[in-house]
């Protein structure tokens, strides 16, 4: 972020050029900058600002005679810029009437989700989402274990309606990805289908039986069943919606290739990913915005993410846009503040 020391005119010429470049893609000139700034400067003068910001790290310069581009630390001071003077979010009563006409008078939680996910990927023209709150009643559908790091494994489980919850449990041992694979096989033979409560009781009783009726693959996972629902967070449902020709005009637009494309669209298919880095990403209720290079997995730095939380009147779910790193912010922004708005208004309502 730029310092207080820096003066209000350097700010206002990264902003102007983060806005240039973000229509038009193209490395944004000093004489250009001179020109959209309003400050009455030279391009000298201009281009001695950019010099002090490509110092900063804000921008660099892929050739010599080229303009400017910013970098993603160019990106997050702008984005800061914004959240600095950003005034509450304007009325949501626009988007609220839509999902209600959309939903229904009185809307089901898929068809609401549903409907903001399209909402989002048409304003931030990119992969609209939404999870919805903690399900307390949900069936059991797969379960998978992940090795993290010694004995430390992580756990993802499935329920009705494609809601995902995930933990980390420590089982004290080693255990190859293979017999974490088994363990996950033998859990979902046996108990898919069956309602969380079900599972649950269904793993304490087994476990209370003579262990010498199992053999040790069949003991390791039902110990790990046992770890895994011990205070597992409630099961939530993921909304996801970007047409595949509309993700193909914004690659196109942004230089992505069709690799980090693919990469992706892993991550919103595979859908427990998304809510891993949610997860890890927002730390209490609000606006979360990650900026390319500040995501933990190389693959996804191509891309921004803006997510913000809602209440529902018992809990929180999240709403948000990926987009690429080259995404109109100030646009994204107010629409994620916006539909969390509009959807904690519908579903109180419900509630």
Excluded at 127 to 141: K, L
Excluded at 152 to 178: A, F
Excluded at 201 to 206: A, D, H, I, Y
Excluded at 315 to 340: D, E, H, L, Q, W
Aim: glycine share 8%; with cysteine.
């Amino acid at each position: 972020m730029v310092g207080p020391a820096v003066s209000d005119r350097t700010r206002r010429i990264l902003a102007t050029l983060v806005r240039s470049y973000i229509e038009t893609g193209e490395p944004v000139s000093s004489g250009t900058l001179a020109q959209k700034a309003g400050l009455n400067l030279s391009s000298a003068t201009v281009r001695n600002v950019l010099a002090q910001l490509e110092e900063m790290g804000y921008v660099w310069q892929p050739h010599t005679s080229a303009g400017r581009v910013p970098t993603d630390a160019g990106y997050r001071c702008y984005v800061d810029m914004l959240l600095d003077s950003r005034r509450s979010a304007k009325s949501a009563s626009a988007v609220e009437a839509r999902l209600r006409q959309e939903a229904g008078a009185a809307p089901l939680m898929d068809d609401l989700l549903s409907s903001i996910s399209h909402v989002l990927s048409e304003a931030g023209n990119g992969v609209g989402f939404a999870i919805s709150p903690p399900n307390a009643q949900a069936i059991f559908q797969h379960i998978e274990f992940v090795p993290i790091s010694g004995s430390r494994i992580l756990v993802v489980m499935v329920t009705s309606g494609n809601q995902v919850s995930q933990k980390t449990v420590d089982i004290g041992e080693p255990v190859s990805t293979s017999e974490l694979m088994q363990a996950a096989n033998f859990l979902n033979a046996e108990f898919a289908g069956r309602s969380l409560d079900e599972v649950r009781s269904g793993v304490v009783e087994r476990l209370k039986e003579e262990r010498s009726l199992y053999d040790q693959l069949l003991g390791l996972a039902l110990r790990l069943a046992s770890s895994s629902f011990q205070n597992l967070d409630r099961p939530a449902a993921v909304y996801i919606d970007g047409a595949s020709t509309l993700i193909e005009e914004v690659v196109q637009a942004s230089g992505i290739s069709a690799n980090t494309l693919k990469t992706l669209w892993r991550m919103v298919e595979e859908k427990q990913r998304l809510v891993r880095m949610l997860t890890e990403y927002m730390d209490g209720p609000g606006l979360t915005v990650v900026i390319g290079a500040e995501h933990s997995d190389p693959e996804l730095r191509p891309f921004s993410l803006i997510a913000a939380t809602y209440f529902d009147g018992r809990s929180n779910g999240t709403v948000g846009i990926i987009g690429p790193t080259r995404m109109r912010y100030s646009k994204a922004i107010s629409a994620v503040n916006i539909a969390a708005i509009a959807v904690a208004r519908v579903l109180r309502d419900v509630n």
